[in-house]
Structures are given as C-alpha cells and as structure tokens.
C-alpha cells in the first residue's frame, strides 16, 4: 500500500510516495538502509529555486525529519507509555510534539542530552500532534502534523516538560528558534 510523506534532509524538503512494506511508517524506515521515493518532488530549503521531480534514492541516516500521516499501527501491540511535551532541535529545524516514553523509564529524561533522553529508541523517533518550524529560503515556516519522525541522530538539542500536560505548558507556549545553517553538499543524488 503507498503512503504519502513529506522527508527532511539537512536543506531539502522532498514529497512523495512510498510503498509501506510494513505495519507503519517508522517500522519500515527504522529497518531499512534506504528508501526509494519514485517521482519525489524536492525543494530546496535554501536557495529557494523551483522544486524538480526526479527518481530518488535515500539514505535513511540523511532523513532528519519525516512527516507522516496514517494510523499509528496496531492497536494491541502498543505498550503503556508517559507522555512528554518535548522540543528537539534538529541542524535547522525544531520539532515540538508529544514524546512517549516507557512507563517507568523517565530517569534520563532529566538529562536534557538527546543523546540520553532518545537513547535506545530506534534512529527514527516518533512526536504526535507536532509542529516543525524552519526557515523555507529565509521565510519562517512552520507546518503541523499528526506524527514527525526525528533523527535521533541528527538531534543536537532536546528540551522536555516535567509533566505531560496536553501543550498547556509555558514549553508549548514559547516560539520555537530556527537556527539557520547553509549545506552545499548535494545530498539528494540527484
């Protein structure tokens, strides 16, 4: 079954489909090396010239964010989790969502190190009812969605609420910072 998505590298915005060989999105991505998006439309997030529409082969380690839509896979195979409102900075984006943590695992979570905080977790890690903000060629964007997978990886900060508390928090109040980064690297292949 194709499923629509929206994949951020570190200056490239790219929509498109991919054929879900898996109960869920992050289950495929998380387990596989690459992913071929057929007739992906890329944008480039810095200079801001016309989007082009090629054939795509992605590192899944290049993936910083991935915009996801859909159910959240079975329900019967979920495990209780805590809820926290969380902020991860990613290069130039931020990502606000609710992050879910295995219940009784909230120790790390004061470390405010997203090497701590998302340690254990697949490389692509889920925040629902989330928000990311970034400059789209110097233009503040921001874009909501139900699921964005963030990059473990590619997390250079992290800022997490004591509570869960629905995005009533002063965290969820404040504006996200984008920190502007320009990459010449052509990392899209094409």
Do not use: Q
């Not at 289950?27 to 480039?44: F, Q, T, W, Y």
């Not at 250079?156 to 920190?179: F, H, M, N, Q, R």
């Amino acid at each position: 079954m194709p499923v629509d998505l929206i994949i951020f590298t570190v200056d490239r915005r790219i929509n498109g489909t991919i054929p879900l060989a898996d109960d869920r999105v992050s289950d495929m991505l998380n387990s596989v090396p690459r992913v071929v998006i057929r007739g992906a439309v890329i944008e480039d997030l810095v200079a801001g010239t016309p989007p082009r529409t090629v054939d795509l082969t992605l590192a899944v380690g290049s993936i910083v964010a991935v915009l996801v839509a859909g159910r959240r896979g079975i329900e019967t195979r979920r495990r209780r989790t805590e809820v926290h409102r969380a902020r991860i900075g990613l290069t130039r984006f931020v990502v606000s969502g609710s992050l879910h943590v295995p219940a009784g695992a909230a120790d790390h979570l004061l470390s405010g190190d997203p090497a701590r905080v998302l340690a254990g977790r697949d490389i692509l890690v889920p925040l629902t009812d989330a928000t990311i903000t970034y400059d789209r060629a110097d233009v503040p964007t921001t874009e909501e969605f139900e699921t964005i997978l963030v990059n473990r990886a590619h997390a250079t900060w992290i800022d997490l609420d004591d509570v869960a508390d629905g995005g009533g928090s002063k965290l969820a109040e404040e504006p996200a910072p984008v920190y502007h980064a320009s990459y010449v690297k052509d990392f899209t292949g094409a």
